[in-house]
């Protein structure tokens, strides 16, 4: 079971700890609200790239900012405590910003991953974990399973509009 850090200076140390070990810190990022099987899948994918698994959350009001007004739908500190009983995730880091580029820097992964959505388009951070040695890494995505589908099956099915 993973644990959430929402400081910046309590993830530093953890993280120095885990590399005082020997381990591989992998990092990936999103909203991950209404946690669905592709979130589950992608994220087992990225915890296979190396042995701790940090994930950055978006704060409520970033996910505002890049979703719109209604959303998230499950506020920060509930994502972040279904994040972190995922067996595969070490770390949960809140982030305020509309990209994760501070909190990649804090977190210094060995592997930076996203989803196979990006193909071909800018990763932010990636330039930054490269330029120590690090990698990026994309990870299948599961199609047709996306939070914005079940909110629309979830209003189709009960006869509300979106």
């Not at 309590?10 to 591989?24: H, I, N």
């Not at 994930?55 to 506020?75: H, W």
Request: with cysteine.
């Amino acid at each position: 079971m993973g644990r959430y850090l929402a400081s910046h200076d309590e993830l530093r140390r953890a993280l120095d700890e885990e590399r005082r070990a020997g381990r591989k810190i992998v990092f990936t990022n999103g909203v991950f609200d209404m946690l669905h099987a592709g979130h589950v899948r992608s994220l087992a994918a990225a915890a296979s790239l190396g042995d701790v698994l940090v994930v950055g959350l978006n704060d409520d009001a970033s996910v505002r900012r890049l979703k719109g007004d209604k959303r998230p739908i499950v506020p920060l500190e509930q994502r972040g405590e279904v994040l972190a009983a995922l067996s595969c995730v070490g770390f949960v880091a809140p982030f305020s910003e509309d990209t994760p580029e501070k909190i990649i820097q804090v977190v210094r992964p060995d592997v930076l991953v996203k989803g196979r959505d990006y193909e071909g388009k800018l990763v932010v951070g990636a330039d930054f974990v490269q330029s120590y040695g690090g990698r990026v890494e994309l990870v299948p995505m599961v199609p047709g399973i996306s939070t914005s589908d079940l909110v629309t099956e979830i209003l189709k099915r009960y006869g509300a509009k979106a």
